[in-house]
């Protein structure tokens, strides 16, 4: 069985956009991995640690026969090959690939947390996500993509910077 899930995208370090690309071409190399849709790039005030450079993002949703927590291994793989180093938390990064949510399939472990628990509080992980996924029901909120960005203020900031 092929699972659908959404993987969240972001790069400040370097030329942000091209990293979110690269990052997006291993994901379609990825063999068990089907990139089934991909959201514009938007370009985002940084969240938590503001004093450093806006953020690009993107949100692409997959097919798979991974299961989640081999999804988050290849998705970390992934990282580590684009040079990722784990520094500080909300810090400035090359790349940065989050598992936002897998089916409506719930889990809080030590190394694996879905839905992801911010994803509902990020501009910059629902206006991507609701160019393909805004129906989609979040399974802890119980509420849509379209809702839940709704909800939320206009700042910080999150522009389209591509289609």
């Known amino acids: 069985m092929r699972y659908k ?18 990052a997006i071409r291993l994901l379609k190399a990825t063999t068990e991995i089907d990139v089934v849709a991909q959201s514009c790039l938007y370009e985002s ?10 953020f690009v993002n993107a949100v692409v949703a997959i097919r798979t026969s991974l299961t ?13 090959d684009l040079g990722r ?6 810090g400035p990064r090359i790349i940065d690939l989050d598992l936002l949510a897998y089916e409506n399939y719930v889990t809080s472990s030590t190394d694996l947390k879905l839905p992801h ?3 509902t509080k990020r501009r910059f992980v629902l206006l991507p996500l609701s160019e393909f996924a805004g129906e989609f029901l979040h399974p802890v ?7 839940l ?15």
Do not use: Y
Not at 45 to 54: A, H, I, L, M
Not at 68 to 80: F, N, W, Y
Not at 141 to 147: A, V
């Open 117 to 119: 628990p911010e994803m």
């Open 141 to 147: 909120e119980n509420k849509t993509i379209h809702d």
């Open 68 to 80: 989640p927590e081999a999804l988050l291994d290849a998705v970390l793989a992934i990282e580590k």
């Open 149 to 163: 960005l709704q909800e939320l203020p206009e700042n910080p900031q999150v522009k389209k910077i591509s289609r």
């Open 85 to 90: 180093e784990r520094r500080e938390k909300w």
């Open 45 to 54: 005030e940084p969240v938590g640690k503001t004093d450093q450079s806006w």
């Open 5 to 22: 899930a959404f993987i969240g995208i972001g790069s400040n370090i370097g030329v942000p956009a091209e990293n979110c690309e690269k």
